[in-house]
């Protein structure tokens, strides 16, 4: 082969290369944008997706009677191992603190989604400060400090369980374009007591008895469809109808409005 022959050559390969260079470079600028355009805005105040939340956690803590020292520890170490291990990345947390005059204070007093550990985070579009700088900062500090706040010795004249459900799930779940899971987590004795129907003095508490009177019909909870429940039962009265009539009872009620209850944790102290 002739020197002329081989310069050709050699210009032809090297032209192929340059042409196979700029088309790579060129679909990549264009995924970049593309992928730019198309991944999801989150939301600076709720650290929400702006295709909407990954799913829905609404945690109702019952203010009605007194809060023990060692359960109020053990109730912000279980918020703690739930945001942790539980929460998935985008989903919403709702937390509301009701108690028996809760007409009057019925907003959350925290609604956030979760930003995502660094761990779960793709490593090469983000960055590890800014990551734990929103987990921490603006997502488990405000949560805990929630529960620093909660009063120890407040004790209610009544306990208005079925319409704290009510609210807790009207106000807390359906958001705008959320997805995933609903998650309804309580903390409470669940001992209902209101004039028109009370867990007091109530051995023999039945819930189809309490589903054919005027009070239970109108204690319906059309919004805890599809809602899975987990209660943490706190400690107790004597004179409260016992533990496991109780977790029978809210089994049926949960049943009976579409929702299901998964688990009923007995909380320390009790």
């Known amino acids: 082969m002739s020197l002329y022959k081989?310069?050709?050559?050699?210009?032809?390969?090297?032209a192929i290369l340059?042409?196979?260079?700029?088309?790579?470079l060129v679909v990549g600028v264009v995924y970049g944008i593309?992928?730019?355009?198309?991944?999801?805005?989150?939301?600076?105040v709720t650290l929400c997706p702006s295709s909407g939340a990954k799913?829905?956690?609404?945690v109702l803590i019952d203010n009605t009677s007194p809060f023990p020292f060692t359960q109020k520890a053990a109730?912000?170490?279980?918020?703690?191992?739930?945001?942790?291990?539980?929460?998935p990345e985008g989903a919403l947390v709702t937390v509301f603190l009701l108690g028996e005059d809760y007409q009057h204070n019925s907003d959350p007093v925290f609604v956030?989604?979760?930003?995502g550990q660094w761990e779960d985070k793709n490593k090469f579009t983000n960055t590890q400060k800014f990551v734990d700088k929103d987990f921490n900062e603006k997502f488990t500090k405000p949560l805990d400090a929630v529960v620093r706040k909660i009063p120890l010795d407040v004790r209610a004249k009544t306990s208005p369980i079925f319409e704290m459900l009510q609210l807790a799930s009207l106000h807390g779940f359906n958001h705008r374009n959320a997805q995933?899971?609903?998650?309804?987590?309580?903390?409470s004795d669940m001992a209902a007591n209101m004039p028109r129907f009370s867990m007091?003095?109530?051995?023999?508490?039945?819930?189809?008895?309490?589903?054919?009177?005027?009070?239970?019909?109108?204690?319906?909870?059309?919004?805890?469809?599809?809602?899975?429940?987990?209660i943490n039962m706190l400690a107790a009265e004597s004179s409260v109808t016992p533990y496991n009539k109780r977790a029978e009872f809210w089994a049926q009620y949960f049943s009976a409005n579409g929702a299901s209850l998964d688990r009923v944790n007995p909380m320390e102290g009790l």
């Open 112 to 115: 956030m989604c979760n930003p």
């Open 200 to 230: 007091y003095k109530n051995a023999q508490l039945s819930y189809k008895d309490f589903a054919k009177s005027a009070y239970g019909q109108e204690a319906v909870a059309p919004a805890l469809m599809d809602v899975s429940v987990t």
């Open 6 to 14: 081989k310069r050709k050559q050699k210009s032809a390969t090297v």
């Open 55 to 58: 799913g829905e956690y609404v």
């Open 180 to 187: 995933g899971e609903k998650h309804l987590i309580i903390y």
């Open 34 to 44: 593309y992928w730019s355009f198309n991944q999801d805005k989150i939301d600076k």
């Open 75 to 87: 109730l912000a170490k279980r918020l703690q191992n739930m945001i942790l291990k539980e929460v």
């Open 18 to 24: 340059w042409i196979l260079l700029t088309l790579a």
